[in-house]
């Protein structure tokens, strides 16, 4: 099984709405259309969330092959682990177009995310606050293994201009990948059987923290007291079962275990990668520690997996 996952994301500011559970009249798609994504029939799952205010492409979004809760991330700018509601939202994989009014602001594309679940979907949901298990990622002993980024000139490309091969496309590197192309900035992940590479270029430890969040499946807060940017690419081995729930942590983090999709099949070529917190430490120069974090959370009270008509 070979899955490969590239996922672009939009920023979307994060506000508090007491009366969330009531569409925001005005702040709608001007067209939009729900359809569930047919089946591959090759084993290969390919993830596309692009456009959207803040993107190259503001007045167009293309979801493809996208999961309830990667919307729902998108429109209340939270993490999968701070998203309750029924399981099928991790699996039922729909694609969405939408034409996005030119004068919206992120704010309101987010409340357009919000309005479109509940008109097709019939979401109703309420805000939570729960103390969930988290990570601070802290400089490891021996000091940060860091490359800092240099200033992109003023003509560079945008992030998104500049493709990032697909894996048996053109030469790899020692772990079967392909190299991230000259002038290739912003966040890009890489996954192949028993492998990922996690490419951050420009990135504050900030931001980079952030994308650690998405693999180990509850926060993760920057205390490294690093300032500027840098140019992180990092290879590991993805355990599925610390993504997407807050059980069990990555290996390595002796503090949970339990059940789940369990980790992802062996590589087929190039070398087998490091579990996520060795590669941290041995590659980057640091490392993740557990605490508690009080996070907000987005609770799904109703939700219908049978689309209502375009």
Same mark, same amino acid.
């Given at each position: 099984?070979?899955?490969? /996952?590239?996922?672009?994301?939009?920023?979307?500011?994060?506000?508090?709405?007491? $009366?969330?559970?009531?569409?925001?009249?005005?702040?709608?798609?001007?067209?939009?259309?729900?359809?569930?994504?047919?089946?591959?029939?090759?084993?290969?799952?390919?993830?596309?969330?692009?456009? &959207?205010?803040?993107?190259?492409?503001?007045?167009?979004?293309?979801?493809?092959?996208?999961?309830?809760?990667?919307?729902?991330?998108?429109?209340?700018?939270?993490?999968?682990? !701070?998203?309750?509601?029924?399981?099928?939202?991790?699996?039922?994989?729909?694609?969405?177009?939408?034409?996005?009014?030119?004068?919206?602001?992120?704010?309101?594309?987010?409340?357009?995310?919000?309005?479109?679940?509940?008109?097709?979907?019939?979401?109703?949901?309420?805000?939570?606050?729960?103390?969930?298990?988290?990570?601070?990622?802290?400089?490891?002993?021996?000091?940060?293994? +860091?490359?800092?980024?240099?200033?992109?000139?003023?003509?560079?490309?945008?992030?998104?201009?500049?493709?990032?091969?697909?894996?048996?496309?053109?030469?790899?590197?020692?772990?079967?990948?392909?190299?991230?192309?000259?002038?290739?900035? &912003?966040?890009?992940?890489?996954?192949?059987?028993?492998?990922?590479?996690?490419? *951050?270029? &420009?990135? /504050?430890?900030? *931001?980079?923290?952030?994308? $650690?969040?998405?693999?180990?499946?509850?926060?993760?807060?920057?205390?490294?007291?690093?300032?500027?940017?840098?140019?992180?690419? $990092?290879?590991?081995?993805?355990?599925?079962?610390?993504?997407?729930? +807050?059980?069990?942590?990555?290996?390595?983090?002796?503090?949970?275990?339990?059940?789940?999709?369990?980790?992802?099949?062996?590589? /087929?070529?190039?070398?087998?990668?490091?579990?996520?917190?060795?590669?941290? !430490?041995?590659?980057? &120069?640091?490392?993740?520690?557990?605490?508690?974090?009080?996070?907000?959370?987005?609770?799904?009270?109703?939700?219908?997996?049978?689309?209502?008509?375009?």
């Amino acid at each position: 099984m070979r899955v490969e /996952t590239v996922m672009r994301f939009v920023t979307i500011g994060l506000c508090f709405i007491g $009366l969330a559970c009531s569409p925001i009249f005005g702040q709608s798609f001007e067209v939009a259309s729900v359809k569930p994504h047919p089946p591959s029939g090759d084993n290969r799952i390919r993830v596309m969330m692009g456009g &959207g205010p803040g993107t190259p492409d503001p007045g167009r979004i293309n979801y493809e092959n996208v999961t309830v809760k990667n919307i729902l991330t998108q429109a209340f700018n939270v993490r999968d682990y !701070q998203i309750s509601g029924p399981s099928w939202m991790d699996s039922e994989r729909f694609d969405i177009t939408a034409k996005v009014p030119a004068s919206a602001t992120k704010e309101e594309f987010r409340t357009m995310l919000q309005n479109l679940l509940k008109e097709r979907f019939g979401m109703a949901f309420h805000m939570d606050k729960k103390e969930l298990p988290a990570y601070a990622l802290v400089v490891a002993r021996g000091g940060p293994k +860091l490359t800092k980024a240099a200033d992109a000139p003023p003509d560079a490309p945008k992030p998104e201009a500049v493709p990032f091969p697909r894996p048996g496309q053109g030469p790899a590197d020692k772990y079967g990948f392909p190299p991230a192309p000259a002038g290739r900035g &912003g966040n890009m992940m890489i996954m192949m059987p028993g492998k990922a590479k996690m490419v *951050s270029n &420009g990135s /504050t430890m900030e *931001s980079f923290a952030d994308m $650690l969040a998405n693999q180990v499946g509850r926060p993760v807060v920057d205390k490294t007291e690093l300032t500027g940017k840098y140019d992180i690419t $990092l290879y590991f081995e993805p355990d599925m079962r610390g993504m997407g729930g +807050l059980t069990p942590p990555p290996p390595g983090m002796h503090d949970g275990a339990g059940g789940g999709a369990g980790p992802m099949p062996p590589p /087929t070529d190039g070398e087998s990668a490091p579990t996520l917190v060795t590669a941290l !430490q041995e590659q980057l &120069g640091l490392k993740l520690e557990s605490r508690k974090e009080a996070v907000d959370f987005v609770v799904i009270d109703k939700l219908d997996k049978n689309v209502t008509d375009n």
